[in-house]
C-alpha cells in the first residue's frame, strides 16, 4: 500500500461484498474487520474508510469515518462488538478460518455514507486494500456519466435526415 507521504493519505479503501457493504451503509453497522498482514501504519483516527463494492463493477460506493483503531481476535471482537459487526457471528467464524487466535484490525466508524453515484475506480482492488490519497480522491469520476444538460437554446431536437432532390 505505496503512498508519497502521511500528508497524501486520506484513508484506506477496502473491497467488500455487496450484501455486506448494505449493513455498513444503510443497517446501522459500524464496526468493520479486517485480517491484514500488519496494520495499516498511515491509518489514523479521522481518516476515511472507502467500500470498494467487490464483484465486478469496480466501484466505491461509499465511505465512512474512522474513529477508532483497534485490533483483537475473533473471541475478543465477538465479545466487544458482536450486535455492531458488518459480518454475522456465523460469517465472521467462516472468514477466521483457522485465525481463531490471530489479530484483526478492527475500525469503528461513524459519518457513515452512500454516494448518490458510485465513483469509478477503474481496476480490480487485491483483498490487502489500497491507501487513498488526496490526489487519487480527487481523480475519481462518478460511474455513470450524468444525462446530458439542456443547451441554451432550448431542448435537443430530434434527429432528422437531410432530404435531398436529385431532379
Known sequence: MPAKNNGDVIGIIYPILHDHCQRL????KDVFVKFVPRRPSMLR?????????SGGKKQIVGEAKI????????EEVLRKFSDRLFLTREELERYAGERRTSKMLVCVV??????NT????????T????????KMRKSLRPAVRPARPETQ???MRPFRPLEFSLC
Do not use: H, N
Request: aromatic content about 14%; hydrophobic content about 30%; cysteine-free.
Open 153 to 155: 437554446t432550448g431542448p
Open 45 to 53: 483516527p479521522g481518516s476515511r474508510l472507502f467500500f470498494y463494492e
Open 127 to 134: 483483498m490487502a486494500g489500497q491507501y487513498m490519497t488526496k
Open 25 to 28: 451503509l444503510e443497517d446501522g
Open 110 to 115: 461513524s459519518d457513515v455514507k452512500r454516494y
Open 67 to 74: 474513529i477508532d483503531l483497534t485490533d483483537g481476535t475473533l
Open 118 to 125: 458510485p465513483l469509478r475506480f477503474g481496476r480490480s482492488l
